[in-house]
């Protein structure tokens, strides 16, 4: 059987060009929405966008982590929806370790220095010994967990129930939360965005935490209650804050984010969706989907992820 | 037979507390030079300006691993040196990392668009897949290796003849100084000051890197041609440098680094001698030395390290 593909994405050339390449079985290509393209390969917005278009869709490939424009309570659930997961644990890693390691090593306030010019010896500290909590251990969050094992830290979970990775010591689960948070040097969001973790990150967490403490999100936005945060950092509740991800991105310019002290501001950057990577799932799932086996990272409509 | 330990540290106080806690047989505490202080503990200039009047000195323990102070020719030799290894390669790697994901991470560029209010998503790099060189594979070597190797790194390392860590892929000896440069992303100085070492990071080994690679020198600062560096910065003919050690240091306030583009300095802060760790280790020491016994991390006079 002949199977029609669809791309939808700002890197649609280079997404082709290596599929292309890989010289699929059954596989065309369709150049927009059609009444026989079956597969679709994109960012989860234009796929939205498209869904009225695609009567004989079977599989949408997401190139994103999150999936939220799809699985709305009124979205279309009638196809197989995978999502891009494996391929960002990594990168996370790094993107955490880094700023822990800014955060650690004082590396902007030692460039303060050399632009004074001050030859300030004050001493470095270290992740080793260290205590970090994950909201969420997915495979991105065990892949956290693996590097931050690597550097001699205390791991903590919280997740729903699953207690699947190792390089986690300890887990916790439903009203255990502030328990979790007691005592922790870093707290990572790692959420997704959904009915049960929306605000997670609220004023009671964000007090249970040390006044030490740093938070970082690379989960979603709207697990974090901005309001609260910005009071805690305010405040000097805790030591400071690093965002991937915010509740509207863009990030508005009005926003208080941008000039609140102690945040630290990247821009939906942590983990970017690098074209080989996503190909090579997309290349493994579409000879799955040939041979009418079981998609990997198939997204439940239901639970939102 | 009774042993005197004279502690010449700016942490004396810290490490005498911890010293005596141990309780160790046959110790005793001098608090200043005298005739039968045969055990010494401290940083290398004070224990230099001492020497003289201990004429009983068997044993001297320094908590730096440098020590060029008390191995130059005309020094004293008649005692067993120590010097602080093992305990600084988890500090070093963790500065390495730490800069090297701060680079590709673009993590001061995301300060400024911070600042400047601009949401700009500029894709990160990843340290995945790109080559480290490292000048010295001992044990801080090894440990920046493992750590290399964690974040899926290519690891070369150009030794004098060693090749002890496993972690280092490919390694480089004696006149193939230009070919282990070739193609690197980051090339990372560990080497002591010795006068096999002196300005080995030379023009030559600079232009034989790619333009796009950066430098970290978190080893002596003798091991670089200074001006050569600075000349490779201006010049574009590398992406950028970080260092933690300077030919003098502190580094004089009309020094050009200061204000060298794409030079990023640290202030010998990559990896301190934290009190606990060092006493740590002058504990298994001292049991070993009072059982006549073999000590650890034996300084040749003649090597230099």
Request: hydrophobic share 40%.
């Amino acid at each position: 059987m002949k199977h029609k593909l669809l791309i939808l994405s700002q890197d649609e050339n280079q997404y082709r060009a290596l599929i292309e390449e890989a010289r699929l079985v059954n596989l065309e290509f369709a150049t927009q929405p059609a009444d026989d393209v079956d597969i679709v390969l994109g960012e989860p917005k234009p796929i939205k966008a498209a869904l009225d278009s695609l009567p004989a869709l079977i599989w949408a490939q997401s190139i994103w982590a999150g999936i939220e424009p799809l699985v709305g309570p009124a979205s279309r659930r009638n196809y197989i929806l995978t999502n891009a997961r494996g391929v960002f644990g990594r990168l996370m890693s790094e993107y955490v370790i880094g700023y822990l390691l800014a955060h650690e090593r004082k590396i902007f306030k030692r460039l303060e220095d050399q632009k004074n010019k001050s030859w300030d010896e004050t001493e470095t500290g270290t992740l080793l010994g260290k205590t970090i909590g994950l909201l969420g251990v997915g495979s991105i969050g065990a892949e956290v967990a693996r590097a931050a094992k690597f550097f001699g830290m205390n791991v903590r979970g919280y997740t729903r129930g699953s207690e699947t990775s190792k390089h986690v010591d300890m887990y916790y689960h439903g009203s255990n939360l502030l328990e979790f948070a007691e005592g922790l040097d870093y707290l990572l969001n790692i959420l997704p965005s959904t009915v049960d973790t929306r605000k997670i990150v609220s004023t009671a967490l964000l007090n249970a935490l040390p006044s030490h403490a740093l938070f970082i999100n690379v989960g979603r936005g709207q697990a974090v209650d901005e309001s609260a945060l910005i009071e805690a950092l305010n405040q000097n509740k805790i030591a400071g804050a690093v965002l991937d991800v915010f509740e509207r991105e863009p990030l508005p310019k009005e926003h208080p984010f941008w000039t609140t002290p102690n945040l630290l501001m990247t821009f939906h950057t942590a983990a970017p969706s690098f074209v080989e990577d996503i190909t090579k799932l997309f290349i493994e799932n579409y000879k799955s989907f040939n041979e009418g086996k079981p998609l990997k990272y198939q997204v439940d409509f239901e639970k939102g992820y």
